[in-house]
């Protein structure tokens, strides 16, 4: 004979997130997203009227002659003709490349190091803070810093190659020179940030397989090679990306110490672009120029975030 329990013995149906926010959660929930919206307008305000319409303006200048002292004029594709065809621009291209270079691959190995040290040597606020403290400065600053203490009559790293035995270098005005100068000032400023990042991506590798490893013999190396770098491409993709956009964007650092020189061997393409905007009054050709890099930054930055595979994390 089958028992039936009364209704009072019945169980309770299972209570989902959803059935539990209806029952307890503040009335009118649904209505959430109004109350969210109404908080996100000032920010979209500030993101079409600072960045969505100056880029807009700046894609139709790119078709158009202009200058502050007179109306645009409408040239088609004249800009982007004249911008093929000059040889300063593709200079400026090159150097710039050749900056992105030198500045990711040191930066990217020398915040790895630091963020490997701070995982496994010391974990200290203040030790996080040191590193961090360059990238507080504020670029100006930091460029005339460096650019005092590599001057090639006073400055101390000059001094300091005399007092070994060495000759003193002209740091900004030699063209081999000036441009892994200026990216080892730029390393040096944003090393401790990229550290911190890293750092923060090896916090979330479980210590479990790191003891597995050396359980089963394996070398600090090798742990390295097999666990800590596979686990932190995501991050690395991240740093890869953010690092790359803003080399290409370098500009104070340069503005500030070789303006460019000696010759064209520091022009980098913001400051080219600088140039023709407010020294010669080419808007138009300017923003031509700054439409081709948002296209090379946007595709560089699909290609790595594809092939590195950014989305994927080992740890799934």
Known sequence: MTYTPPLSEELEPVKTPQ???KRHGP????????AALVFLIPAGIGFAVFFVY??????????????????????GLNNYTKLFQDDIFWNSLKVTGYYVVINIVVQTIVALGLALLM????????????????????????????????????????QFLEFIGLS???????????????????????????????????????????????L????????????????????LVLVLITSMVGSFQVFDVVAVTSKGGPGNASRVIQLYIY???FGQSHFGYASAISVILFLILIVIAVLQFRFLRGRESDLA
């Open 54 to 75: 100056p880029a807009i303006r700046g894609i139709y200048l790119s078709f158009t002659d202009y200058s502050l002292l007179g109306r645009a004029k409408w040239v």
């Open 168 to 214: 003193s270098q002209s740091w900004f005005g030699n063209p081999n020179l000036v441009i892994p100068t200026i990216a080892m000032v730029n390393v040096w400023k944003y090393m401790g940030y990229t550290a911190l990042l890293i750092y923060a991506g090896l916090q979330t590798i479980p210590r479990s397989l790191y003891e597995a490893a050396s």
């Open 275 to 277: 140039d023709q905007a």
């Open 27 to 34: 009335k009118g929930g649904t209505n959430d997203w109004k």
């Open 19 to 21: 059935s539990f926010w």
């Open 216 to 235: 089963d013999g394996a070398t600090g190396f090798a742990s390295f090679r097999r666990i800590t770098l596979p686990l932190l491409r995501p991050v």
């Open 119 to 158: 995982d496994r040597v010391t974990k200290s606020t203040f030790a996080k803070g040191v590193i961090l403290l360059p990238y507080l400065i504020a670029p100006v600053v930091c460029a005339l810093l460096w650019f005092w203490m590599l001057d090639s009559q006073l400055g101390i790293i000059n």
